[in-house]
Every structure is written in C-alpha cells, then in structure tokens.
Nanobody, 113 residues
C-alpha cells in the first residue's frame, strides 16, 4: 500500500511560481513511475509530468519549459516546480504512483492562478 500526500498548492498571480510536494510512504524506492496530474474546473483529469525510476522525465506540451518534475528518493518526496504560471494552469493537482499494476493517487492540492 502506497500513500501519497500533496502539499504546496495555493493562489498565485499569473507569471508566478509554486512548488508542489508529494510525500510518499512507505518508500519511493520501489515505485516504477510517479507523476503529476491535474483536473481543471469542469474538465477531465490530464497528465502533467512523469518521472521513472531512472529519472527520465516526460511533460505535457502545455507545461514544457515551465514545469519541472523531480524526486528525492532519500526523502521519499516527489516535486513539481511550476514557473511562469498561467490562468489555464488553475486546477486540482494530484500526485500519482504506479507500483506493478496498481495506480495510487493522492488527495489533491488546489492551484489557482
């Protein structure tokens, strides 16, 4: 069982920055893929960024060059650095992890731009 707890959301002006954090328990070392998703108001959930066990990353086109996903296995943390935020980045952001065939989700953290 993997538990994910997001933090770091809030309200920010366009052009501003936020860093989301996701605490992973019991450990992030055995997780193959981790990522961030978001669900804008009235829209479906969409993928934002992902990172695999080797540290390779992928991004949605809409956030490339503005968002950076990273992880710290020693601290069991996943991060999403968001710069140059736009109003269209407003959404509920979720941390997710895939272990084997199971996908785990956090409870979400709200970002309002």
């Amino acid at each position: 069982q993997v538990q994910l707890v997001e933090s770091g959301g809030g309200s920010v002006q366009p052009g501003g920055s936020l860093r989301l954090s996701c605490a992973v328990s019991p450990s992030s070392n055995s997780i193959n893929y981790m990522g961030w998703f978001r669900q804008p108001p009235g829209k479906e959930r969409e993928g934002v960024a992902a990172i695999d066990s080797d540290g390779s990353t992928t991004y949605a086109d809409s956030v490339k060059g503005r968002f950076t996903i990273s992880k710290d296995n020693a601290k069991n943390m996943l991060y999403l650095q968001m710069n140059s935020l736009k109003s269209e980045d407003t959404a509920l952001y979720y941390c997710a992890a895939i272990v084997g065939a199971t996908m785990y989700w956090g409870q979400g953290t709200q970002v309002t731009v």
